[in-house]
């Protein structure tokens, strides 16, 4: 039997065991951290334009720095918790954006 590369799928997988590679779903992830990580700044400057709070600061810094946990737990291998975070703290960033700043 011949070896198949790396980025080969085997054929006689079944079709369940199909789909992203270990290293593509972190790659996937530590992408989607950093383009989050990258809006998020965006909007942070926007809000103090706006209104300057150091609760606006605390929000989007803490959704910032989460997405910098999320960036090294993916580098690591931790993908799925990676993201997990990622969402829980998005919704709660978004949340927290809605409920405490004016």
């Not at 590679?21 to 103090?48: D, K, M, N, Y």
């Not at 919704?91 to 927290?96: D, E, G, I, R, S």
Request: hydrophobic share 55%.
């Amino acid at each position: 039997m011949s070896a198949l590369p790396e980025d080969t799928p085997d054929p006689t997988a079944p079709a369940s065991a199909k789909g992203l590679t270990p290293r593509q779903a972190r790659l996937l992830r530590i992408t989607a951290a950093s383009l989050l990580l990258v809006a998020l700044a965006v909007v942070l400057v926007l809000r103090l334009a706006s209104r300057t709070s150091v609760l606006v600061v605390g929000v989007y810094g803490l959704a910032m720095v989460l997405c910098g946990v999320v960036i090294e737990l993916s580098r690591n291998g931790r993908t799925r918790l990676g993201s997990w975070l990622l969402g829980v703290g998005l919704v709660a960033a978004l949340a927290a954006d809605w409920l405490l700043l004016p």
